[in-house]
């Protein structure tokens, strides 16, 4: 989509720590690949699937697990969610 890249870009320049947290059935590596296929990894610390690690969103171990991957586990975790819902 447009203006998502610099978007990324923008909130990291500002300090803002992301993560991705999905419930792929692809594992976090193949996830990091198609993200950096469309330069969109570089604003995220880290990419995380639930094919990585057995439990899906919204269970809280997934977040938990995405906290400790976080730089200096300290994340408030936000959701924004793929779907999209015309207005």
Same mark, same amino acid.
């Given at each position: 989509? @447009?203006?998502?890249?610099?978007? +990324? &870009? *923008?909130?990291?320049?500002?300090?803002?720590?992301?993560?991705?947290?999905?419930?792929?059935?692809?594992?976090? *590596?193949?996830?990091?690949?198609?993200? &950096?296929?469309?330069?969109?990894? &570089?604003?995220?610390?880290?990419?995380?699937?639930?094919?990585?690690?057995?439990?899906?969103?919204?269970? @809280?171990?997934?977040?938990?697990?995405?906290?400790?991957? *976080? &730089?200096?586990?300290?994340?408030?975790?936000?959701?924004?969610?793929?779907?999209?819902?015309? +207005?």
């Amino acid at each position: 989509e @447009p203006g998502v890249s610099e978007t +990324l &870009q *923008a909130l990291n320049a500002d300090g803002i720590k992301m993560g991705v947290v999905s419930n792929s059935s692809f594992s976090g *590596a193949v996830l990091s690949w198609e993200l &950096q296929k469309h330069d969109l990894l &570089q604003p995220f610390e880290f990419v995380l699937s639930s094919a990585d690690c057995g439990i899906r969103k919204p269970h @809280p171990l997934i977040f938990g697990r995405s906290k400790k991957r *976080a &730089q200096g586990g300290r994340m408030r975790p936000i959701t924004l969610d793929s779907n999209y819902l015309p +207005l």
